[in-house]
Every structure is written in C-alpha cells, then in structure tokens.
C-alpha cells in the first residue's frame, strides 16, 4: 500500500479500516512512514493504537523509533497519543535511554514522560539522572523520579530516595516512601516512626517497617491491625510478616508472644482480613493467627480451609497451636459440613501426641460411621496417622470402627485399609488377631490383605498365599500386591510365577509388580517370556500390554542379566509403554553392545520413549552416545529437551558442553533451561 | 487432602505433563501459576490408584487401558461448574426481545422452528433458563423448540437431567417465574416436565469434532464464561466448532468477559440494544 493510501484510510471513520491499513504501512524505514504510525499512536480507538504501537516498537532501528516517540511526548493536545508513546518508549527498551537522558536534561518535552518511560525500561544509566531529579523544584518531577527509581529496582538509589523522605511535601515523601518499599530497604524505625502518625504515609511507613528489621516497632505494627483504615491494617499484616521471616528465631518468637497478648480488636483486624481478595493477604493473614495462637480464632481459621489458595498455610495455623486445638476443634466439627469435618480430620494428625487423646481418637472412630464418605474416610486416615506415629489410646473403639469400615464403599474402605496397615505395623497383634478371626474372604478379603501387606510380617505369607488360589480375582490379585511387601523366599516365588498365567489381567500384573518388588531372580526367564508376549518364539502367549509392562519393569528392578536379550527385543517395540520401560532398564542394566538400540529409541514415535532413550545414553561414555543426547536438545517437545539436558549433567567433555551453552542461548522454556543451567553448573 | 506431610510432590515437570494431557483431553488450561489447583485435586487419586508418585500417575494417563475413566474422574475434580438461573440478565433480555423475533420473522421451510445449544451447560440453569425465555416470548409452540445442553463432566449432567436445584441457583430468578415453572421437591425446585421436554443434555467434549458431530445445525449457541478455562488453541478449535454448526445468520453469546478477539475473524460483530453478540454471516 502507497503512504497516500494508509494516510487516507487512516482518516476513514472505520475502525476497521484504519486497523486494516496500518498493516499495509511498508516496513522499509521510511522515516514518513514512522511518523504515520507515531500519528496512529493518538487514534481514537485502543486496538489502532496498540496496532501501531506494536509496528513502531518493531520499527528496524530502535534509535530512530525512540527519537519520534519522544517527540510525541511533548504532544499536549492528544493524551492518548502521549500514554501509548510512553508504553512504546518502554517496549523500545535500551536503545532509547540515552536519547530519553538528553531529553531529561534539555526539558523540551514533559520531562515528567520522560521520568516514567524511564521507569519502565528500568535501565541502570538512569539511577544518577533520576536521583537528582529528586531535588528538582517541582514536586511532581520528584514524585515521579522516586517512582521511576522504585520500577528501576537498583539498590543504589536508596540514599537518595531515603534523603527524599525528609522532603516538605507529602506527594515525594510517599512517592519516595513506597520506591523503598518496592525496593524492599531497610529504613531505620526512628526515621519511620514519625511517618506513622501522617494519615497520607501511615499504610507505605507500615509496610516499610516490615523491612526495618526493628522488634522495637512491634508494638505499632500490633496496634495497627485494629486500624481503622483497611489499608493500614493490611500493611502491618504484610509487614509483621516480612518481619518474622528477615529476622532471628528469638525475635520472630517475640513476635508470636507479641501477637499472642495483642489485644482483641487486633485479632479481629486479621480475622477480617482473611476475607480479603488478595491471597497473598489472606495467606499471611492465615500465618499471623497461628503464631497467635488464640483459639477464638480458630473457627474463622477452619472456614479458611475451603479455599484452596489458603487451605494448606490455614492448616499450618491450626497445627502450630499444637494441644491447644485439640479441644476446641472436637468442639467445633459436630457443627460443621461434611467437607469441612474431613479436612479437620486430615490436619488432626499434625497435632502430634495432642491427637492421641482418648475423646479426639474416640470421635474420629464414630466418624468412620460418618453417612458422608469424604468425613468417614478422612477419620479413617487420621486415626491411620496418629496410630502409626504415636499410637492410639487403649481400648478397642478406633480399631474395630476401622474394621467396620472396611465394609463401605470405595474411598473409605481404602482409607480403612490403609489405616489398620498403618497401625498394624505398631500394634501387629491389635491388628491380626482381628483379620486371622474373620479370615482373607467375603467381600472384605481384598482390603484385609492391604493390612497384611502394610503390617510387613513373614508369618502372614501362608494366609495370603492362599488367598492367591483363591476363586475371587479381586483377592487373587490383593493377595498378590500384599505378598509384594513381605519378603521373598522359594514358596512365594513359585505361586507368583504361576500366578503368571492367571486368566485374570491385573492377576498377572500384580504378580509381575511383586516378584520385581521381591527382586526374585529365579523368576527372571518367566517374566522374560511374558515380557515378550507372542512375538517370542517358545514363548508366553501374553500380549496384554499391562502385564508385559509390569513384567518388563519387574525384569529391571531384579537386575539379572538374562534379561538383556527381552529388553533389547523390546526396546524398539511400536508400543510406547513397552519400549520406554525396556530403554529404561536397558539404561540400568545394559553393555556397551545396546547402544544401536538406544540410537533408534531417540527416533520412537512415542516421546516417552525418546526421553528413556536419551536418558539410557546419557549413562554411556561413548562419544557418539554423547552426540545422540546433544542432537535431542533440539527436539520440539520440551520434555525431551529437558531430559537431554539432565542426561547431560554428567558428561564432562568440551563438545556435550559446548551443546549445552548454545541451546541456552536459544531455550525459551523456562524448565529446559533450568536443567541446561544445573547440567553446565554440576561439571563446573 | 490437605498439602503437608500427607502429601506426594508433584515437580514442575509433572505439573505440566499432566496438565498438557488434560488441556489435550477437554480443552481446559491450567496456567503454570495454578500448580496448586491441579496438585491438590488430583492428590487423592495417587491412592485410589495405589500410585506412589505424579511421575506414576503421568504414565497411568498415558498408558493404562483405562485411563478414558480416570480422564473423566480428572474432569469432575478440576472443572468449575458454578452457575445459576438468569445469569447475566442483559443478555438474556437481548435474546428475549430481539434475537428470538429476528429468528421467530425468518421464512423458515416447514415452518417456525428454533434450535438452541448451551454449549458446557454444567447443572443445566442455563439450558432451562433458555427455554423458560423462549416460552415467556411466546413466539414459538413448545414443540417447535429444541435445546441442547452439553458438558464433559458426567456428574453434572446427571443434576441437569434431574433438573432439582437448592436455592443458590436461583440468586438472580425473579419470583414470577420460580412459580411459574418450577415445583417445590426434596432438595430445592424442580423444573416443571414442560420446561425438561424442551431441553437434552449430551456428554460431549467440546473440542472433540466426533461428539460435536452428534448436535444438529443450530440459531443461536451461548457459550458463556466456558471458554476461558480454554488455552488459545482449544478456544479456536471450540469457536471453529461453532461456527460450523451455527446456521447463517445464527447468533453466538458469550459471556461477559470474553470476546473472539484474536480467535476468529468469521463472525461479524451485532450491536442489539441489550448487548453485542456475534452473528454467523
């Protein structure tokens, strides 16, 4: 499109069409060119404007970009046109600071622009220019210059900006004020204090005394969470925080015995702030009620528990009043819904010894019973908890509630199970003379043999073996899981392999997960032939990727080197989950001879494949090895990247880190670099 | 399950394998900054699948033949099904009064007929709200009309069939029409059978073309603060989706904060009185 043209349409009362016709405005540098779109910069409609900003920023020499749109900061008619010339400014980034530096100086634009467009491209030439602006006779100049060095983060504008906070007018001192704290200074309390009784500076000299590290401000920051002021009120939370985590133990054990003896109204300041937007603030408003330790707040404390964004740091308040909730939340959860009592019980067992009372242990027994499953089985797990780490009290109310559960549906059967495995492996007898009573079967049986597995005992082999010939699959299979986690010896080996041709699908995997798990090595030809399904020539007619899966996975963890030819076999298998787990364990166990087969696990379909592949090399010494794991820091996939590069981490040669360095001159994920920045560190 | 000592990690890495297999599966994003979200609501399955890490869990999503049922349970846990009757009135006004007679005056073979899609209805308000509006017009006989309310999450539509809602649901439905077409029921109010008769409900994954497939060619779609729980790729794909099953001159509502700005240029934007919707041209 010629000039002309783009000039006439960008005078059309069409939005559209002026939109349209800055993309015809040619890109080869025309400086009348620039000047149209500078011109668009003031255009009544936002999106033409942000159009035109994004062509000027990207206009082929920022210099010349930079000196049009400070031109346009000395346009007093169009405001609109001034903003975007800033935001433009900002977006032109270095190269306009050393024209935006003599325009400071000569003043023939809005030099107050020229502050801000600083500020926002934050360039460290800027600090000695604006700190003297902080001198300037006019008092918005100085606002503006204390903001600016505020955005420009450097460290070394703070005596000036502290000098800045002994000036007469309330505009620089605020300005200043809040650039250290942005700047995260340490202002002396004695200069702070006098700025606390100015209602204008009183939130920004709270928040700063978060940063004095002064325990003598304690008794400010205290009475300033009963602020009338909102505002106030939410600076001395932030500060009070940032106190405790910048200062020693026995000052922030100051500040909680501080907060402990503050006096009502203060309590209610936080508790009121728990209701604020922010979550930042509701989250240290959550930290300063635990340190308080008060437990009237404990109810507004559980109502934090809802909100995902809170619940884990209101859960931390609630634990670090130790002993003293025990009693008021046994109170509280008859009163509360469903939801809310199970993650009260979650958090019980965080108590420590506290939980263990008989009364709090007794409740949550009754809560297993709970008509709502999310309750019961979060009793079910607490008194799991508490019985495993400090025991539960005596008396057979928690551990026959338990086993009661155990006949309820799904999540609170587990829960259940997992409970008494818990316990059982504390108070074994407690726990196994109510399962040998009622035996491995009926519908509980699956569930009693998760106790058995968890309670870890070699006596309790014979029961779940058989419960392995059992008629129930579902038993078959738990017996097998449980056998996984009790020890190996000849009998047990002999069952799982021949659980191996099991009818049953899960059958068969649990029996290859176990014997892996029990590193049976006699075991190693038969999970070989199922690992190799049908394709085997002799071999096991199993060609469930499940149970292939878990026998090849069992193959590694065994660690026997007849296992090389199946995983060699496999590694190249088109089924992703097979191969990824044969290039895995051939990257444990395998010689020198697999690398052929790592080589063309880089090129699998299957990017989980590829990252096994890569990681397997990375094990090798090989130079072409190295160079294959190099070659994968290109890959599309960032993942794969990223397992390059950890696979990397403990080569040593020049090439794989000359590799390393160029991909993180490209690498735009931020994950990726992190571990091509933890490889080039771990080698020095 | 609250975080703690309770809990597994879940790393970064993980976070965002599984979080790319979710947006892969629905469509829904979960921005690095809400790692929480995700690690805690799927927290609970590492046990109900006995899986000991999100590394395990990872693999069960890509692997296990029954990973179709844990994307489902995936769904149920991190979508946000929050919603009422009447919600943003102003446009609904706009389809009441001048979307529905523009449609109602359309020489039509066959006649007078409307088809409605509340695509992601979640518990249905919406859905029932359109029909309740089209009835209150009285520009076209119940059997004319049909609405189609969508959702990926099983659980939902479960309460829309049902169509029985506690009081929350109704914050902004006057009282006229609460006695109107509704009933009292154990549990809230339940939509009357004349309301229900209008309205189907369908699982059906919004970026996946073959459930798509199944809906009719339709006037207008309200799509209203769904797509914003979308990545960019998935909002194209979804609003493509639209406008292929919108007929032309159909009218696309979405909500209040959302737009096709640098999604698609197919629509043309409509000033109503009420509110700007899109039309299919």
Not at chain 2, 80 to 109: G, K, S
């Amino acid at each position: 499109m010629e000039l002309d043209e783009v000039r006439r349409a960008l005078q059309s009362d069409d939005e559209e069409a002026r939109h349209a016709a800055l993309a015809g405005v040619p890109a080869d540098g025309a400086l009348e060119a620039l000047q149209l779109l500078v011109e668009a910069m003031g255009d009544e409609s936002w999106r033409v404007r942000k159009e035109a900003v994004s062509r000027v920023t990207a206009w082929p020499r920022p210099e010349e970009a930079a000196a049009g749109l400070i031109v346009a900061l000395g346009e007093d008619s169009n405001i609109a046109r001034r903003n975007a010339a800033v935001e433009a400014l900002g977006l032109v980034g270095r190269p306009a600071v050393p024209l935006l530096l003599d325009a400071l100086q000569v003043g023939v634009v809005s030099r107050k622009l020229v502050i801000d467009a600083l500020g926002v491209i934050g360039d460290a030439r800027a600090v000695g220019p604006l700190s003297a602006a902080l001198r300037d006779a006019d008092a918005n100049l100085r606002a503006a210059a204390a903001e600016a060095l505020g955005h420009l983060g450097r460290r070394e504008a703070v005596p000036a900006l502290q000098a800045a906070l002994a000036a007469g007018d309330l505009l620089t001192r605020l300005a200043a004020l809040e650039a250290l704290n942005r700047l995260g200074a340490s202002v002396p309390y004695h200069i702070l204090a006098p700025l606390l009784g100015e209602p204008v500076l009183r939130r920004a000299a709270l928040e700063a005394l978060g940063f004095a590290g002064d325990a003598g401000a304690l008794p400010d920051m205290i009475a300033a969470l009963a602020d009338r002021s909102r505002g106030a009120r939410e600076a001395a939370v932030t500060a009070l925080q940032a106190l405790h985590a910048m200062v020693s133990s026995e000052v922030s054990a100051l500040i909680e015995d501080h907060l402990h003896a503050a006096p009502a109204a203060a309590l209610d300041g936080l508790c009121a702030t728990l209701a604020s937007d922010s979550r930042a603030l509701r989250r240290s408003a959550a930290a300063l009620l635990g340190w308080a330790r008060r437990a009237e707040t404990l109810p507004a404390l559980c109502q934090l528990l809802r909100d995902e964004g809170t619940q884990d740091v209101a859960a931390d308040a609630m634990v670090a009043f130790g002993e003293r909730a025990a009693e008021p939340l046994q109170a509280l959860c008859p009163e509360l819904d469903p939801d809310l009592r199970a993650l009260i019980f979650e958090l019980l067992p965080r108590l420590g010894t506290a939980a263990a009372a008989p009364q709090l242990c007794e409740l949550l027994a009754r809560a297993t019973a709970d008509d709502e499953p999310e309750p019961a089985a979060a009793a079910a797990r607490a008194l799991g908890l508490i019985g495993q780490a400090v025991g539960l009290p005596r008396g057979p109310g928690p551990v026959a509630g338990l086993f009661q559960a155990l006949g309820r549906e799904g999540q609170v059967a587990s829960a259940a199970a997992a409970a008494l495995g818990a316990i059982g492996a504390r108070a074994y007898d407690e726990v196994h003379t109510l399962v040998a009573a009622h035996g491995l079967g009926g519908p509980i049986g699956p569930y009693l043999c998760r106790v058995l597995g968890a309670c870890g005992r070699a006596e309790d082999r014979r029961l779940l073996l058989g419960a392995l010939r059992d008629e129930s699959a579902v038993l078959r299979r738990a017996a097998a899981d449980a056998l996984s986690g009790l020890g190996g010896e000849p009998a047990v080996t002999e069952a799982l392999v021949f659980a191996l041709s099991d009818e049953s699908i899960s059958v068969r995997a649990a029996a290859a997960r176990a014997l892996g798990a029990l590193g049976a090595a006699a075991a190693a030809p038969a999970l070989a032939a199922v690992a190799l399904g049908s394709s085997h020539e002799g071999g096991d007619r199993d060609d469930e990727p499940p149970v292939r899966a878990a026998a090849l996975r069992a193959l590694g963890l065994i660690g026997d080197p007849a296992a090389l030819p199946a995983l060699r076999a496999l590694a190249t298998n088109a089924d992703g989950a097979l191969a990824s787990i044969a290039l895995e364990m051939l990257g444990r166990l395998g010689t020198a001879d697999d690398e052929p087969v790592l080589h063309a696990g880089l090129r699998h379909d299957d990017t989980e494949a590829v990252k096994a592949a890569a990681r397997a090399l990375g094990t090798r010494a090989s130079a072409t090895a190295r160079a294959a794991v190099c070659e994968a820091l290109g890959h599309p996939r960032w993942d794969v990247r990223r397992a390059a590069a950890e696979a990397l981490a403990s080569s040593t040669d020049a090439a794989s880190r000359a590799a390393l360095r160029a991909r993180l001159e490209v690498e735009a994920d931020e994950l990726v670099r992190q571990a091509i920045t933890q490889a080039l560190a771990q080698r020095g | 399950m609250l975080p703690g000592e309770l809990e597994v990690p879940m790393s970064m890495e993980e976070f965002r394998l599984i979080r790319d297999l979710i947006n892969a599966y629905c469509g829904i994003f979960f921005a690095d900054d809400l790692k929480f979200v995700v690690h805690r609501r799927l927290a609970p399955r590492l046990a109900a699948l006995c899986l000991e890490t999100f590394a395990d869990y990872h693999r069960h999503l890509r692997y296990d033949p029954g990973r179709r049922a844990e994307y489902e349970e995936i769904v149920e846990r991190v979508t946000t099904n929050e919603t009422y009757f009447f919600r943003e009135a102003y446009q609904l006004d706009a389809f009441r009064d001048e979307i529905l007679p523009e449609i109602a005056a359309r020489p039509r073979p066959g006649g007078r007929r409307l088809t409605v899609w509340s695509a992601g209805c979640a518990s249905g308000e919406e859905a029932y709200t359109v029909a309740i509006l089209v009835l209150e017009s009285g520009l076209f006989q119940p059997a004319q009309v049909h609405i189609f309310g969508n959702d990926i999450s099983r659980r939902v539509l479960q309460l829309a069939r049902k169509g029985i809602y506690g009081r929350a649901s109704f914050r902004q439905t006057d009282e006229r029409y609460l006695r109107r077409y509704f009933r009292e029921a154990p549990g809230g109010y339940q939509v009357r059978d004349e309301v229900r008769a209008m309205v189907s409900f369908g699982q059906i994954n919004l970026i996946d073309l073959d459930g798509v497939a199944l809906l009719p060619e339709v006037d207008v779609i309200f799509c209203r603060n769904v797509l914003i729980y979308f990545d960019a790729e998935s909002r194209k794909r979804a609003v493509g989706t639209f406008h292929s099953k919108l007929v032309h001159g159909g009218y696309l509502l979405l909500g209040h904060s959302e737009s096709l700005m640098n999604l698609s240029t197919a629509f043309e934007l409509c000033h109503l009185k009420n509110d700007l919707v899109y039309r299919k041209p």
